[in-house]
Nanobody, 116 residues
Framework: QVRLVESGGGLVQAGGSLRLSCLAA??????????LAWYRQAPGHQRELVAR???????DTADSVKGRFTISRDSARDMVYLQMDSLKPEDTAAYYC????????WGPGTQVTVST
């Protein structure tokens, strides 16, 4: 059984920072080599992959957040994090964690709202 529980979202002014956390637990996640990733979806937009991290620790971020967002993981605690700095209003979205490629189960997500 997979558990995905995101937290850490909130309302922040442009230029501010937030750190998102995700409990990504379950036998399926623990026993395969899938990367973990953060996705986001804004109203009226498709879900997009923001950042990913492999089991070995290699990372990749979308061009839109490169240099501002950093993904990390603590495999011993089944946690994955997203440090978001220099936030912009266009970063406003619901943020979700999942594997990459993503599975069918999604957690509740956490809302990030960046004001001008």
């Amino acid at each position: 059984q997979v558990r995905l529980v995101e937290s850490g979202g909130g309302l922040v002014q442009a230029g501010g920072s937030l750190r998102l956390s995700c409990l990504a637990a379950g036998v399926i996640l623990r026993n395969n080599d899938l990367a973990l990733a953060w996705y986001r979806q804004a109203p009226g937009h498709q879900r997009e992959l923001v950042a990913r991290i492999t089991r070995a620790g290699g990372t990749d971020t979308a061009d839109s957040v490169k240099g501002r967002f950093t993904i990390s993981r603590d495999s011993a605690r089944d946690m994955v994090y997203l440090q978001m700095d220099s936030l912009k209003p266009e970063d406003t979205a619901a943020y979700y964690c999942n594997t990459d490629p993503f599975g069918s189960y999604w957690g509740p997500g956490t809302q990030v709202t960046v004001s001008t």
